[in-house]
C-alpha cells in the first residue's frame, strides 16, 4: 500500500514537472538562428522606462508598464524587465489572477521608435521577434487568468501585448489598433497568429490590413474585448478590473490555475495530448485540499 502510495506520489511529480518544463519551453533556440545573449546587450542600451509588478494578498498580480511620456513605448530595458517579471509570476503559487497596465492612463504604444531605428538591420529585427515573441508566448501560459486593461491607446506591439492576455477590458474612448501596415510591417511578436484565434482570420484580417481603430464598442462586437468598463481614470478602471477578475479567481490558487493550464492544453496542443495533460493536471487536484473540501461541503447536492 505504501508502494503504491509512493509510485503515485512520483507519478503526480513527473507530471507537475512535465507541465512546467511544456509552459516555459521557448520557442527558439540557437537552430533558429536566435542569439538571445547577444539581443539582450543590445537591448540593455536602449534605457527608459520599466515594468513593475506587484502581488496581492489575493492572489492578484498588477504589472504595470511605466513609460508615459512615450505613450508607455517599449525600450530595451523594459524588454529585458518582462522577461524578468514573466520569469517571477511563472513561479508565484500562490497567484491567481494578473491585470497587465499602463501608467498616465494610457496602454502601451508599442516600440521605442529610437531603439527600432538603431537596430533596424534584419538580424537584430529578427532576434527582437524571437525574444518577444518567447516572452509574451510565456506570458500568455502563466498559470494565471489575466486581463489587459486597455486605457488611452494600444497601438502596434501594444495592440499585440493585450492578445497574449486571456481577457481584455477597455475604458470608455480607448482603442485597440494594429498599425504595423502603416510601418511597412506584420506583427512580429505573435498578435497576428493570437488575434486570429481570437477573432478569426476574416475579421483579423480586416483589423491587420486596414489598421482600424478599434473602440471599445466594435471591440465588444469583435469578442475582442469582454466589457467597457465604466471609468475612464487609471484608479476607478483599476478597481473596475479587479472585480472583474475577482469572479473568475475566487477559490483556491491551486484549483485556479489547474483551470488554466488545462484551458492552455485544449487550445494549443493536439487532442490526445491536450486529453493526457488534463490528466495530469486532474492528477494534481484529485484528493487535494479543495477537493477533500468540497466532498464534506456536498455543495452540488445543495
Same mark, same amino acid.
Not at 484565434?197 to 474585448?225: F, M, N, T, W, Y
Given at each position: 500500500?505504501?508502494?503504491?502510495?509512493?509510485?503515485?506520489?512520483?507519478?503526480?511529480?513527473?507530471?507537475?514537472?512535465?507541465?512546467?518544463?511544456?509552459?516555459?519551453?521557448?520557442?527558439?533556440?540557437?537552430?533558429?538562428?536566435?542569439?538571445?545573449?547577444?539581443?539582450?546587450?543590445?537591448?540593455?542600451?536602449?534605457?527608459?522606462?520599466?515594468?513593475?509588478?506587484?502581488?496581492?494578498?489575493?492572489?492578484?498580480?498588477?504589472?504595470?508598464?511605466?513609460?508615459?511620456?512615450?505613450?508607455?513605448?517599449?525600450?530595451?530595458?523594459?524588454?529585458?524587465?518582462?522577461?524578468?517579471?514573466?520569469?517571477?509570476?511563472?513561479?508565484?503559487?500562490?497567484?491567481?489572477?494578473?491585470?497587465?497596465?499602463?501608467?498616465?492612463?494610457?496602454?502601451?504604444?508599442?516600440?521605442?521608435?529610437?531603439?527600432?531605428?538603431?537596430?533596424?538591420?534584419?538580424?537584430?529585427?529578427?532576434?527582437?521577434?524571437?525574444?518577444?515573441?518567447?516572452?509574451?508566448?510565456?506570458?500568455?501560459?502563466?498559470? $494565471?487568468?489575466?486581463?489587459?486593461? &486597455?486605457? /488611452?491607446?494600444?497601438? #502596434? !506591439?501594444? =495592440?499585440? @501585448?493585450?492578445?497574449?492576455c486571456d481577457f481584455r477590458l477597455?475604458?470608455?474612448?480607448?482603442?485597440?489598433?494594429?498599425?504595423?501596415?502603416?510601418?511597412?510591417?506584420?506583427?512580429?511578436?505573435?498578435?497576428?497568429?493570437?488575434?486570429?484565434?481570437?477573432?478569426?482570420?476574416?475579421?483579423?484580417?480586416?483589423?491587420?490590413?486596414?489598421?482600424?481603430?478599434?473602440?471599445?464598442?466594435?471591440?465588444?462586437?469583435?469578442?475582442?474585448?469582454?466589457?467597457?468598463?465604466?471609468?475612464?481614470?487609471?484608479?476607478?478602471?483599476?478597481?473596475?478590473?479587479?472585480?472583474?477578475?475577482?469572479?473568475?479567481?475566487?477559490?483556491?490558487?491551486?484549483?485556479?490555475?489547474?483551470?488554466?493550464?488545462?484551458?492552455?492544453?485544449?487550445?494549443?496542443?493536439?487532442?490526445?495530448?491536450? $486529453?493526457?495533460?488534463?490528466?495530469? &493536471?486532474? /492528477?494534481?487536484?484529485? #484528493? !487535494?485540499? =479543495?477537493? @477533500?473540501?468540497?466532498?464534506?461541503?456536498?455543495p452540488k447536492h445543495k
Open positions: 500500500m505504501k508502494m503504491a502510495a509512493c509510485l503515485w506520489k512520483k507519478l503526480l511529480q513527473t507530471a507537475k514537472e512535465r507541465i512546467i518544463q511544456q509552459r516555459r519551453a521557448s520557442l527558439y533556440d540557437c537552430a533558429h538562428g536566435y542569439r538571445e545573449e547577444l539581443i539582450k546587450k543590445k537591448l540593455q542600451q536602449f534605457a527608459g522606462g520599466s515594468i513593475s509588478l506587484s502581488k496581492e494578498e489575493n492572489g492578484i498580480g498588477i504589472l504595470t508598464l511605466n513609460n508615459p511620456k512615450l505613450m508607455n513605448a517599449f525600450t530595451g530595458t523594459m524588454m529585458l524587465e518582462l522577461q524578468e517579471r514573466v520569469t517571477e509570476l511563472e513561479s508565484w503559487k500562490d497567484g491567481k489572477g494578473l491585470i497587465v497596465c499602463g501608467a498616465g492612463n494610457t496602454f502601451c504604444s508599442g516600440s521605442d521608435l529610437n531603439a527600432v531605428k538603431a537596430m533596424s538591420n534584419s538580424e537584430d529585427g529578427m532576434n527582437i521577434c524571437m525574444f518577444m515573441q518567447n516572452t509574451l508566448t510565456r506570458l500568455m501560459r502563466l498559470p $494565471l487568468i489575466s486581463v489587459a486593461l &486597455v486605457q /488611452g491607446k494600444a497601438l #502596434g !506591439g501594444g =495592440a499585440e @501585448l493585450t492578445t497574449a477597455m475604458t470608455p474612448g480607448s482603442e485597440i489598433r494594429f498599425i504595423h501596415k502603416q510601418m511597412g510591417l506584420v506583427p512580429g511578436w505573435g498578435g497576428a497568429t493570437r488575434l486570429v484565434q481570437i477573432v478569426g482570420s476574416g475579421a483579423a484580417l480586416q483589423l491587420l490590413s486596414g489598421a482600424v481603430k478599434v473602440d471599445p464598442e466594435r471591440a465588444l462586437h469583435l469578442g475582442l474585448s469582454e466589457k467597457t468598463l465604466v471609468s475612464s481614470d487609471e484608479t476607478g478602471s483599476l478597481e473596475e478590473a479587479r472585480a472583474w477578475l475577482s469572479l473568475c479567481t475566487e477559490g483556491p490558487a491551486s484549483v485556479i490555475q489547474a483551470v488554466k493550464k488545462v484551458v492552455t492544453a485544449g487550445k494549443e496542443l493536439p487532442l490526445e495530448a491536450a $486529453l493526457r495533460t488534463e490528466k495530469d &493536471v486532474f /492528477g494534481t487536484v484529485w #484528493g !487535494g485540499p =479543495a477537493n @477533500l473540501q468540497a466532498l464534506v461541503q456536498r
